[in-house]
């Protein structure tokens, strides 16, 4: 039988971040379609014990010589590395701007912290795992952007800006891993649009289950009336990975419910 374009199984999977709810949700996610998955977070804990197919890796995706360690215990354990999902990322109070402040109230530092956990966050880690996609001459990258890339969302600078960053990084990345490596090596980013976390959940949502006045804003611009629920993102990131999107590098997809799409007039 002919093998399906979309079938992963047997791959093996890096995944950053992963003890988030998106991020950790993928790991599962592919760990049940057969793909073996190195899941890392900062924190041992949240990769601990995630299930079958699925080893934990505590790691900094900030440091260099950390991440280095890692990469050969999971080379030491898999053997390759097919696929790299950049999950790492985050947002801090004082690089945003809320209501009652203005750009001159912004912590530089906060700032600083954000666009590297986020860029930086992206870099390194590929810096490090791609090098298995080099030698075998092969293999995915997926990055993570945002609606705040593209779009200037009020409050959240810090992450915006990072988020452009990685918009940018995404196709440089795609270029040079196909013309300097192999064209088999493909680069992509999905652009989530506004799914309720643990992060964001009091920002969007009320105790009692409605919208905050943010909230709001955000239903009345996707056309979609709702926000995601972080299995929808499942699979775009199947597709980008799978042989059914081999001629597909350097994109950024947005998962947005049509927010991307909406100008509100």
Known sequence: MEKSLFDISGKVAVITGAGGVLAGGLAHYLAGQGVQVAALDLRAAAVTDMGENIAGFACNVLD????EQVYEQVMSKFGRVDILLNGAGGNMPGATIPPDSNIFDLK???YSKVLDLNLKGTLL?????ARAMAEQQQGVIINFSSMAATQPLTRVLGYGNAKAGIDNLTRFLATEMATKFSPEIRVNAIAPGFFVTNQNRALLTTPEGGYTERGNDVIRKTPMRRFGTPDEV???IHYLISDAASFVTGAVIPVDGGFSAFSGV
């Open 108 to 110: 530089i530092e906060d």
């Open 64 to 67: 260099k010589d950390n991440l």
């Open 125 to 129: 880690p590929t810096m490090v795992f």
């Open 234 to 236: 499942f699979g775009c």
